[in-house]
Nanobody
Framework: QVQVVESGGGSVQAGGSLKLSCVASGYISSICRNGWYRQAPGKERELVSS???????GYATSVKGRFAISQDIAQNTLYLQMNSLKTEDTAVYYC???????????????WGQGTQVTVSS
């Protein structure tokens, strides 16, 4: 089971951009679907975006067209490019990546510390 470190968050004005990174301590699988989640104050954690080994991507309706997920398997890193940020994007962002076990399948990391994104108007 890999551990992750999320980074790249910060404080920006509405309309700005940030690029988040999630670096895993070990090999991450391209077979499994990896993703980004976020949790805003007082709200439940939600899936923001995911990516499969075939390059297929998925996005929450609220971020579609503004965010772009990518991964570099060789570097054990997952990215989230966030453009046209809105105040409602303010949240702590977390990643979930998996290693592959031939017997147990996709083994996802425990939740990390996350990275704070704050968007002001």
């Amino acid at each position: 089971q890999v551990q992750v470190v999320e980074s790249g968050g910060g404080s920006v004005q509405a309309g700005g951009s940030l690029k988040l990174s999630c670096v895993a301590s070990g090999y991450i699988s391209s077979i499994c679907r990896n993703g980004w989640y976020r949790q805003a104050p007082g709200k439940e954690r939600e899936l923001v975006s995911s990516i499969g080994g075939d390059g297929s991507t998925g996005y929450a309706t609220s971020v579609k067209g503004r965010f772009a997920i990518s991964q570099d398997i060789a570097q054990n890193t997952l990215y989230l490019q966030m453009n046209s940020l809105k105040t409602e994007d303010t949240a702590v962002y977390y990643c979930k990546v998996a290693s592959w076990d031939s017997r147990r399948g996709c083994l996802y990391n425990d939740w990390g510390q996350g990275t704070q994104v704050t968007v002001s108007s």
